[in-house]
């Protein structure tokens, strides 16, 4: 598990063992939602359309065989039962928002039924970005919930009725991989919801997807030009958890997700001009465009693409790596300095070494 977010579970959970700090509790849980949302939301805002229903771990044990839409469904779809139909007794948000409608979702259920190609299949028909809509919804209600509680209310326990409210509602599917859920559920106190749906269950899904975009980013990548337009290398770059290069529709490096309709500038001034990336332009050295313009840490990129214009692109990946290997650095500005013409002459010196 993410070493911060076992961390705040477990600080989490002994927090809430006691009366005096069960406040607090409440606040470390509610951090540690807005955490695992937080990624939930990159993920759901940086990727095509085809990721959201792609199993690149299919047939694998574990959450990772799923979709990231299957994820998000089922997380919050979870959430919303247990929340409102079992501890609240008020209308889900799915109902209450007519959110069924928006996602395009054909199910009410909690999604547990489904295996392999089912998974895929009801994925795709989803709208991602109401879905994620939806999850911002469930989770800003629950944690209207969570701050409403009393120390006295973790130790609610739930009835016959409570039981037969669930299953009435039919958002559990009466298959036997899915109806286990209703006992599960009925099984715990209220502190024992707490540490599952509302927390546990969270992170378990959440380090699934990352896996799973992980997956797909690699994946994009493969067999494509390792140079990014601006001049940066996809091989010796920090986010290629999170990037699947902008050559491919997983662009997801930072300047691309803070620009409009997540397109980085400088990529798309090189397919505008139908050249393979800064290099090839005549305007390079006094360019101000895209990501050369937002600051001098960026600007000063633009070293490496007049390298590759002196000396190629095998050239650069040649001292990138020899860089990488004798020298610890997370970004080549550590490097070369934050002037491109004093940046390009640190380059040529290490490609004489
Ligand atoms: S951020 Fe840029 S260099 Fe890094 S993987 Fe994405 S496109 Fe490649
Ligand atoms: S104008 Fe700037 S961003 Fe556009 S291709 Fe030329 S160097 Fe790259």
Not at 22 to 31: A, D, T
Not at 38 to 62: D, Q, R, T
Not at 181 to 197: A, E, R, S, V
Not at 212 to 232: E, F, M, S, T
Request: charged residues 25%.
């Amino acid at each position: 598990m993410n070493q911060e977010w076992a961390d705040k579970n477990k600080k989490m959970q002994a927090l809430l063992g006691k009366e005096a700090s069960f406040r607090e509790g409440i606040e470390v849980l509610i951090e540690l939602r807005n955490d695992l949302f937080g990624l939930i939301a990159s993920i759901a805002e940086n990727y095509p359309p085809e990721a959201f229903s792609a199993m690149p771990f299919a047939g694998a044990k574990g959450y990772q065989s799923k979709t990231l839409a299957y994820s998000m469904w089922h997380i919050f779809r979870i959430e919303d039962v247990v929340a409102h139909t079992l501890i609240r007794q008020d209308a889900q948000i799915l109902f209450a928002g007519g959110w069924q409608e928006r996602i395009k979702s054909p199910l009410i259920t909690t999604g547990n039924e489904l295996q392999g190609a089912e998974i895929a299949a009801f994925s795709e028909q989803m709208d991602v970005k109401a879905l994620c809509e939806y999850c911002k919804a469930v989770m800003e209600s629950t944690n209207g919930l969570l701050r409403e509680l009393e120390y006295k209310d973790l130790k609610r326990r739930f009835s016959e009725e409570d039981r037969q409210r669930l299953i009435d509602s039919r958002c559990v599917s009466t298959d036997e991989n899915a109806f286990w859920l209703i006992d599960y559920w009925c099984g715990k106190n209220l502190l024992g919801l707490l540490k599952m749906p509302f927390s546990r269950h969270w992170i378990m899904h959440v380090e699934a997807m990352c896996r799973i975009k992980n997956k797909l980013c690699q994946r994009a990548r493969k067999g494509v030009d390792p140079i990014a337009y601006c001049g940066l290398s996809c091989d010796h770059c920090f986010l290629t958890e999170w990037c699947g290069s902008c050559r491919t529709a997983y662009n997801a490096c930072s300047y691309a997700t803070c620009s409009p309709n997540g397109i980085c500038p400088t990529a798309a001034c090189c397919k505008e001009k139908g050249i393979d990336g800064c290099w090839a332009c005549d305007g390079l050295r006094d360019c101000r465009t895209g990501f050369y313009a937002s600051a001098e840490d960026t600007n000063a990129i633009k070293a490496l693409a007049m390298f590759i214009g002196k000396y190629g692109k095998q050239e650069l990946l040649t001292v990138l790596d020899r860089l990488h290997q004798t020298r610890e650095f997370q970004v080549i500005q550590e490097i070369i300095g934050l002037d491109p013409e004093k940046g390009l002459q640190i380059l040529e010196e290490n490609r004489l070494q």
